[in-house]
């Protein structure tokens, strides 16, 4: 894994753009603060949630949530111009689920509108639905997953949904990714700031 294990660093990493940076350092994150919470994910949770089984505590919305991330394999491809953020949470207030059952029907969900891609709607009646129940079947919250540790089983992309906004002084810079390389921020500064 890229990082220490949770349980020694008692922190969990979210990403942000570089240019959503000076805001999230002054005001800390909350769910809907970005721009692409609307351009990018419009309907997309609302679907996820309305899947949700009533067994699920009704605090866990995922239209509501902000999305972070246990640890990531040493070998993952951030996006350039992005920002690795380590965060401390409130335990109590996160839930863990499968982010691959979430990202198989994303593309189908956009795209499914789009002229010659209309039977996409079928594979989100169908295959969607299965992957959906699977999504929430397999969830837990993050404090049970101290214990099971779902997020460390090969094939198993645990997303965190933390239920709560993040302050400012919970949140440090891990890593700034400049076209694709990976700098620590006194890395970046020793190139960038002469």
Partial sequence: MLFPDYNETRVIYHII??????KTLKAGINFDDKETYKTKYDGFHELIDEQKPHYIPSW???SRAIFAS???PKNHKFHSHSVVLSIKIDEEKCW???ENCANQIYEPYILQN???FQACKKYLDIKGKNLLKSYWETSLSF????KAR???IEGYD???LIMHEIDPKDISIEYIISDHRMLKVDEWKRIFCL
């Fill in 17 to 22: 753009e570089l240019t959503d940076l000076k």
């Fill in 60 to 62: 866990v919305i995922r």
């Fill in 70 to 72: 246990i640890n990531y």
């Fill in 96 to 98: 863990v689920a499968n």
């Fill in 114 to 116: 789009v002229e010659d």
């Fill in 143 to 146: 404090k049970e997953n101290l």
């Fill in 150 to 152: 779902v997020d460390l």
């Fill in 158 to 160: 645990a997303e965190v």
